[in-house]
């Protein structure tokens, strides 16, 4: 079975400081992939990131980055230069070998001048 | 280019009635998702077509829902008849063949009174 926790139900952070998003994950699966969404207030899901379980560099897209650490089996977010639109759910989520994604209970991130 | 299209955005309806979403996948894509978020469950997968046959429909809640896909382009998650615990939001998402990043529709509040 597959499991996604997120241990901090919300964050705060000062605009344009640095914020980690924590993500652990369980599997038995060899491959496997790790995704970030975010989910402002107006309830869309966004794709962010993408890290795949055999990729040897951490993803990075943009402001967003995933520190992937396969040893302690976790996949934080790391979002650089937090901008007040950054104000959301944020969901770690993961897929095996199938396609199914399993996703965590999210993270609030407010962000505040 | 156009995302993962929903309708309705928002459906009230009263128990007993049946209900129909609609999605439209992203062009090209060939996987379709279903997917409900709740406050209870948070967001579930419901099931997931590649080719527009089903492939796992293991999360659909019990025989009051259905899913079809008959083409490409066209899917539809049906409850007849509606309860309120069916109250949820509704994402129907799509990926490409290949590719394990999943796009997200603006997903369907749907309300059983």
């Known amino acids: 079975a597959q499991k996604i926790t997120q241990t901090q139900p919300g964050m705060f952070v000062q605009e344009k400081e640095a914020v980690t998003l924590d993500c652990t994950y369980d599997t038995s699966d060899q491959s496997y992939g790790l995704f970030w969404y975010k989910q402002p207030s107006s309830g869309e899901m966004i794709f962010l990131i993408y890290q795949g379980s055999y990729d040897e560099q951490n993803a990075t897209e943009g402001r967003y980055s995933l520190n992937f650490q396969k040893a302690r089996k976790s996949a934080n977010l790391v979002i650089s230069a937090s901008q007040l639109g950054d104000s959301a759910m944020y969901f770690c989520?993961?897929?095996?070998?199938?396609?199914?994604?399993?996703f965590g209970t999210g993270t609030r991130l407010q962000v505040f001048p | 280019d156009a995302g993962v299209i929903q309708s309705p955005r928002h459906e009230v309806t009263e128990m007993g009635q049946e209900v129909t979403l609609r999605c439209k996948p992203i062009?090209?894509?060939?996987?379709l998702f279903w997917y409900r978020q709740t406050m209870m469950r948070g967001l579930e997968l419901l099931i997931y077509f590649n080719n527009n046959v089903p492939i796992d429909d293991s999360g659909m809640p019990e025989d009051r829902f259905s899913a079809k896909m008959p083409n490409a382009s066209f899917s539809t998650l049906k409850i007849q008849p509606s309860e309120p615990r069916d109250s949820a939001v509704y994402f129907c998402?799509?990926?490409?063949?290949?590719?394990?990043?999943?796009?997200f529709g603006p997903g369907t509040r749907l309300t059983v009174l």
């Open positions: 062009s090209g894509h060939d996987y």
């Open positions: 998402a799509s990926k490409r063949g290949g590719r394990d990043e999943q796009f």
């Open positions: 989520a993961m897929k095996g070998w199938t396609d199914k994604l399993i």
